[in-house]
Structure formats: structure tokens, C-alpha cells
């Protein structure tokens, strides 16, 4: 395998996405074609913003969410590291009709919106210990001083 590449997410997405809660990432723009069928890193921002802390406190999310076992409480999510990694199956464009086949929890993890892009993922492959990183927006490249440590075991 190449350089990883990697995407930056907000969590609590970003822990959605890694431990194999949430399967899709919604975008504004399309995965690039070669990453379709590759291993991706998923990595948290280190930054909380207001909408995340929202979300957190929204009950349909937290309904949800608190069937995780995730942290509770944002701040006790690891923010500001690679928290594993995803294989992206495919990704989309958005239309009305995949609107009906999504679920009232996915829906609640992405900015479902006709004309944005899905980004399907299957395989998450969780970090027992998240590496620290400084990230960047949009798909970045792990740097090679960066030693990616083995997902835990009881990755799906």
C-alpha cells in the first residue's frame, strides 16, 4: 500500500465513521475515482464548533448515539487524531430517491442534501490507541513519520 490518505471528519462523525456506526460520509464533493476500492484514514478534527456540541445534545441524535458506548461528552472523544481506517466502497450523488432508503440514524450523521455526495464505506478498522495528527481539509497524506498502529481486534 501507497501513502494513506485521509479525510478529516468532525465528531462525532468522525468516531461514527471509524468504529462502523455511521457508513456514510456526506459530502459536497465527489470521492476521487482513485481512492473508490481503497483504505482511507479517518481522522477528527481537533476543533469543536458549536454545531457538534449541538449535535450532541439534539435527543433524536443522542438516541441513537448513546447505543454506541461512544464518550458522551464531545470533549472525551479523541480530537485531533487518526482514529482508523474505512475502505470506501463507491460513492454518489445524491438524489431524492436514495433519500427513501436511508435510515432515520444515518440520515442524522450526514448532511443529507440532493446534489451533495455519498460516500459509502464499509470495513472500519478502529485504532485501539488514536494517533495524534495534524490534519487538513479535504483528503490529505498521512505523513511517513506517522506509524499506524494495528486496528483492534474486534474491528467489523
Same mark, same amino acid.
Given at each position: 500500500?501507497?501513502?494513506?490518505?485521509?479525510?478529516?471528519?468532525?465528531?462525532?462523525?468522525?468516531?461514527?465513521? %471509524?468504529?462502523?456506526?455511521?457508513?456514510? @460520509? *456526506?459530502?459536497?464533493?465527489?470521492?476521487?475515482? =482513485? #481512492?473508490?476500492?481503497?483504505?482511507?484514514?479517518?481522522?477528527?478534527?481537533?476543533?469543536?464548533?458549536?454545531?457538534?456540541?449541538?449535535?450532541?445534545?439534539?435527543? %433524536?441524535?443522542?438516541?441513537?448515539?448513546? @447505543? *454506541?458506548?461512544?464518550?458522551?461528552?464531545?470533549? =472525551? #472523544?479523541?480530537?485531533?487524531?487518526?482514529?482508523?481506517?474505512?475502505?470506501?466502497?463507491?460513492?454518489?450523488?445524491?438524489?431524492?430517491?436514495?433519500?427513501?432508503?436511508?435510515?432515520?440514524?444515518?440520515?442524522?450523521?450526514?448532511?443529507?442534501?440532493?446534489?451533495?455526495? =455519498?460516500?459509502?464505506?464499509?470495513?472500519?478498522?478502529?485504532?485501539?490507541?488514536?494517533?495524534?495528527?495534524?490534519?487538513?481539509?479535504?483528503?490529505?497524506?498521512?505523513?511517513?513519520?506517522?506509524?499506524?498502529?494495528?486496528?483492534?481486534?474486534?474491528?467489523?
Amino acid at each position: 500500500m501507497g501513502a494513506l490518505k485521509v479525510i478529516s471528519v468532525w465528531n462525532p462523525y468522525a468516531s461514527l465513521l %471509524a468504529h462502523g456506526f455511521k457508513l456514510v @460520509e *456526506t459530502r459536497g464533493f465527489p470521492a476521487p475515482k =482513485a #481512492l473508490i476500492g481503497q483504505r482511507i484514514g479517518i481522522a477528527s478534527t481537533k476543533v469543536i464548533k458549536p454545531e457538534q456540541r449541538d449535535a450532541m445534545k439534539d435527543p %433524536a441524535f443522542a438516541r441513537y448515539y448513546f @447505543e *454506541t458506548n461512544l464518550p458522551r461528552e464531545i470533549e =472525551a #472523544l479523541p480530537n485531533g487524531y487518526l482514529l482508523g481506517t474505512v475502505l470506501l466502497h463507491s460513492c454518489s450523488e445524491i438524489t431524492e430517491e436514495d433519500l427513501e432508503d436511508v435510515t432515520d440514524e444515518e440520515k442524522l450523521y450526514g448532511w443529507w442534501k440532493p446534489g451533495r455526495f =455519498a460516500w459509502r464505506c464499509r470495513k472500519p478498522e478502529p485504532f485501539a490507541k488514536p494517533v495524534p495528527v495534524r490534519g487538513a481539509q479535504g483528503i490529505w497524506t498521512l505523513p511517513d513519520a506517522v506509524v499506524i498502529p494495528f486496528p483492534r481486534a474486534e474491528a467489523a
